[in-house]
């Protein structure tokens, strides 16, 4: 069993940044992929970033550039630092693994940019 435990949300003004955490209860070299996901209200759950094994590193296109997904192997976290924040980036943030087949899900935290 995996948890993930996501942190690091709030409100923030057009233009601010964010860091949100991601603290597996187990190592993350056994859950890679880890990936960060994000849902608008009304919308569907999209992925934002993952980060692979081999430190592979993806990013859908509307947050290339402004947000960097990195890892902290001692501490068992994931981090998606926010940049450049947009109204559009509101929504809940949820992290995300796979292990032995089985996904796994945080509770999610919510980022609302407004002025």
């Known amino acids: 069993q995996v948890q993930l435990v996501e942190s690091g949300g709030g409100l923030v003004q057009p233009g601010g940044s964010l860091r949100l955490s991601c603290a597996a209860s187990v190592s993350i070299f056994s859950i890679k992929p880890m990936a960060w996901y994000r849902q608008a209200p009304g919308k569907q759950r999209d992925l934002v970033a993952s980060i692979t094994s081999g430190g592979l590193i993806s990013y859908t296109d509307s947050v290339k550039g402004r947000f960097t997904i990195s890892e902290d192997n001692r501490k068992n976290t994931v981090y998606l630092q926010m940049n450049s924040l947009k109204p559009e980036d509101t929504a809940v943030y949820y992290c995300?693994?796979?292990?032995?087949?089985?996904?796994?899900w945080g509770k999610g935290t919510l980022v609302t940019v407004s002025s």
């Open positions: 995300h693994c796979r292990q032995y087949g089985m996904d796994y």
